[in-house]
């Protein structure tokens, strides 16, 4: 199984920022597509940011402006940047993987999820 290793999340006031990452401990050789979700109380886990399911590099309405993934690199961890909080940005962040190339076969077969990490944003 692909392990993916989530930290910087944590409580902050609105208008603050915070900065995740997210790196595979495992399969080092392996290059996977990499993104942020995230789910908030009473509702369904929503893209935030990083690659999408088409291949494509983009970040949500909601937080276009505000928020920035990043990665040095394919096989380097993925960062998001969130700066200008707002309490409806708290929830918990997921990341996530896919195998994309130079992976076992069998890991391309589901995407990964990390353990999640929770981001509280008060006013």
């Known amino acids: 199984q692909v392990q993916l290793v989530e930290s910087g999340g944590g409580s902050v006031q609105v208008g603050g920022s915070l900065r995740l990452s997210c790196a595979v401990s495992?399969?080092?050789?392996?290059?996977?597509?990499m993104s942020w979700y995230r789910q908030a109380p009473g509702k369904e886990r929503e893209f935030v940011s990083g690659?999408?399911?088409?291949?494509?590099?983009r970040d949500a309405d909601s937080v276009k402006g505000r928020f920035t993934s990043s990665q040095d690199n394919a096989r380097a961890p993925l960062y998001l940047q969130m700066n200008s909080l707002q309490p409806e940005d708290t929830a918990v962040y997921y990341c996530?993987?896919?195998?994309?190339?130079?992976?076992?076969?069998?890991?391309?077969?589901?995407?990964?999820w990390g353990q999640g990490t929770q981001v509280t944003v008060s006013s």
């Open positions: 495992n399969y080092r050789d392996c290059v996977f597509a």
């Open positions: 690659m999408d399911s088409d291949g494509r590099t």
């Open positions: 996530k993987a896919r195998a994309v190339t130079n992976c076992p076969s069998g890991l391309f077969l589901r995407h990964y």
